[in-house]
């Protein structure tokens, strides 16, 4: 009982902290993404267990190919932290990860569908 | 009633301070009107838990019959077992602010995608304009907004976790 209203103590220290944010700092869609924050550590705890489960019954999440134009939109906003932050540039990484695990995953499926088609045609 | 209310929060630290002390920083920095210190406060509430956990710890080490002398008492080693605690604190505090360096940089990632988002395209550029901008940026803002919060919670759930441990050795007889 008592780390329950602990728990909702806390919790409601991080909604206030979002809500903060988000009316002081946010521009658009404020009251949809307070309660999409609010929902995050519950969809962090679903995600923890589906997350295992998909380690269990399935070989690997399906990944989609990266959109275009993803890499500059990404140094578009690095230019706008630095307008805004100043520091030193930082060089984003997400597209390029992202277009590197896509690629490992057509590897990998490229593979499995040779494999497959090798046990059944004969090789020349 | 108010004595009850009283007596019921100084046995829940956690709820005392989230209740009282918080809410009271916000309202001085809102008061205040420093747009970009608020910010600063509202991501920094995590980090003051720790320092207030420590506070704490400190504070009952130096009085003699304090809460942490009788939980150790029986212990062989005690005071080898409240320096362990303090250190386990500013463990605690170092975990909290690595974690608060990555909260803060994507906080201020998901800034600069909404400034991005939101600026003026040159209608001159015509079919040079780069393929599904704003699709892109709201991607990017998204993602940026998921990992502040993600970042944030998990600082919470350390000091809770702490400040939990704390404050039943701090409530016992």
Known sequence: MRLAIEIVAIYSLYITGVTIILKRYGKKDTLPMIVAAGAIPVLVVVSFFEAIFLMVFRSAPRVRPCPEGLDVAEMIVERHRQEM???????PKFAFEWARVYALTLERETKTVKNFARSFLPVA | MIDNIGGWLQHNLIVFIAVILLPIKFTIVRLCRDQEAESV???????????????????????????????????????????????????????????????????????????????????????????????????????????FCIGYAFQFTAVLLWLNWVAKIIAEP
């Open chain 1, 85 to 91: 932050f100043g520091g030193e540039t930082q060089h």
């Open chain 2, 41 to 147: 406060a509202v991501l920094a509430v995590p980090e003051d838990l720790c320092y207030v956990s420590l506070g704490l710890i400190a504070g009952d080490m130096i009085n003699g019959a304090g809460a942490f002398h009788r939980h150790y008492a029986p212990s062989t080693h005690a005071s080898i077992d409240l320096v362990i605690v303090v250190g386990l604190n500013l463990f605690v505090a170092v975990f909290v602010h690595r974690l608060s360096q990555i909260c803060t940089a994507q906080f201020k990632l998901w800034r600069a995608a909404q400034k991005a988002m939101n600026a003026d395209k040159d209608s001159k550029q015509g079919e040079l304009a780069l393929p599904n901008e704003s699709d892109n940026l709201q991607l990017l803002m998204n993602r940026h907004f998921l990992l």
